[in-house]
């Protein structure tokens, strides 16, 4: 499963998708191994995700959203 690192107080975070907690019975309070390789995008997905964004509305808020990105 891919997960986006937030950032939650002085720390750092991972949330996991509910139909992945679902599938693995993940309850509150449980304890999980987690094995943390830090994904690098290929050459072919950077030159794909360049894309116009013509709606004002929609680039402020994903600009909003990665400003607490590390």
């Known amino acids: 499963m891919l997960a986006k690192v937030r950032r939650w107080g002085n720390s750092l975070g991972l949330i996991v998708p509910a139909d992945v907690a679902r599938d693995r019975g993940l309850r509150v309070g449980d304890q999980v ?3 943390i390789r830090k994904r690098v995008p290929t ?3 950077l030159a794909g995700s360049f894309q116009l964004r013509t709606n004002l509305k929609t680039l402020l808020r994903e600009m909003e959203e990665g400003w607490d990105d590390l």
């Open 33 to 35: 191994d987690i094995e």
């Open 43 to 45: 050459i072919e997905e």
